[in-house]
């Protein structure tokens, strides 16, 4: 009879403490029932879903963050730090020197045999310059100096004129003795004597083998003033070709990118600030080889923001322009902020609950808050806080 009796009344007992367990941790399991169909009845059906009302203010967790994030500075990887010019906590100005590495000696002698080459080079240039445009002026002068030469065809010219001339008057002289010398009687021969008739044939002659001379030296000097020109035109082209092809030969342009090459890789051998920032952390001491961890991380504090995740429940209760407030034990008061920025994108919660029963697996949207300046969010970085973020009335409303 007693075991009959304990039976029922312990199914009773672990019935009610599972239905209290339900109601306590999943209060949305429990649902309210349908309103009776009826002359005031809303329309909705038995099995229609009903909306929960939208909350006043959404809550969620949220890190404390620079606005622009936090920067990792390396170097190149397999370089040796040699010297580390700031400290943990420092400010620097965008530009300022932060380390210098090792291969900075090496990048430094690099650029300097680069510019050696280059001005080398520009040298050699500037010789071949000169020499190309003495060679153009050679071959300008051989070209003048032909034309001159032109001049002595007209005068080989009037030469031949002037002993064709003298050879038709020494014909007929000879023609004019020799008729005279028919002409006259035996008695008469001592008018034309044979001494004459020879010498005037001689003469004859004589101007024949000079005409003959004179035309041979104007066929030549023809020939030489035309070859003449030819050198001079190929002196020209030959100077040209001489001076366009300097560049080639001295291949500027690829000594120039050179000498720009190995100046960045000398600015490489030094590492600067990439914006105005402080110094957070330092990885590195001078003397260490560079891997895959940096050398230091700056960021800028001036502007700080909080990330927040908004459970996927709520995100769409959250817009742009809405006030929040920015909590944490570390804090001595709250922290004000507006909403920038809303995801679109459901991704796993990466900021845990300090709490144990808390879910350690939610679907959040992430959503950024704009802090009002506060020189404690500045100095805690990376704080774990609590967003507490206005839900406007528009967000309120319920959907149709």
């Known amino acids: 009879m007693v075991k009959t009796v304990a039976v029922p009344l312990l199914v009773g007992v672990v019935s009610a403490l599972a239905t209290l367990a339900v109601t306590r941790y999943f209060p949305s399991a429990v649902l309210s029932p349908p309103p009776a169909a009826g002359p005031n009845a809303t329309g909705k059906g038995a099995g229609d879903v009903f909306e929960r009302a939208a909350p006043d203010k959404v809550t969620a967790l949220a890190r404390l963050e620079p606005e622009d994030g936090v920067v990792d500075i390396s170097g190149t990887p397999g370089d040796r730090l040699q010297e580390l010019k700031v400290r943990i906590g420092d400010r620097v100005k965008a530009g300022d020197t932060l380390a210098v590495l090792e291969s900075r000696t090496l990048r430094q002698a690099e650029l300097e045999l680069a510019q050696s080459q280059l001005e080398d080079a520009e040298k050699r240039g500037a010789a071949e310059e000169k020499y190309a445009a003495a060679l153009r002026q050679e071959a300008e002068l051989a070209k003048r100096q032909a034309q001159l030469e032109r001049l002595e065809i007209a005068a080989q010219k009037d030469q031949i004129e002037g002993l064709k001339i003298g050879l038709a008057s020494v014909e007929d002289d000879l023609e004019r003795l020799e008729k005279l010398r028919r002409s006259s009687s035996s008695t008469d021969a001592s008018i034309v004597s044979d001494q004459q008739l020879e010498h005037q044939r001689t003469l004859k002659e004589k101007t024949q083998k000079e005409l003959a001379a004179a035309e041979s030296q104007l066929a030549k000097l023809r ?136 879910s350690a697996d939610l679907r959040v949207v992430e959503a950024r808050i704009r802090l009002e300046p506060s020189p404690e969010a500045r100095r805690l970085i990376n704080l774990q806080v609590t967003v507490s973020i206005s839900v406007e009335p528009s967000a309120q409303a319920a959907k149709p």
């Open 223 to 358: 020939d030489t003033i035309q070859l003449s020109e030819q050198q001079a035109e190929a002196k020209v082209q030959t100077a040209l070709a001489n001076q366009s092809r300097i560049p080639s030969t001295l291949a500027l342009d690829s000594l120039r990118k050179s000498v720009e090459l190995a100046r960045r890789r000398l600015e490489l051998s030094t590492i600067r600030a990439p914006s105005d920032g402080e110094i957070l952390k330092v990885f590195l001491s001078a003397g260490e080889t560079i891997a895959q961890q940096p050398i230091l991380q700056m960021a800028d504090t001036s502007q700080m923001v909080a990330v927040a995740e908004i459970y996927e429940d709520d995100a769409l209760h959250v817009n742009q322009g809405a006030a929040a407030s920015v909590d944490s034990e570390a804090l001595e008061k709250p922290i004000a902020g507006t909403v920038t920025y809303v995801g679109s994108m459901v991704a796993k919660n990466t900021v845990m609950s300090l709490t144990p029963t808390a």
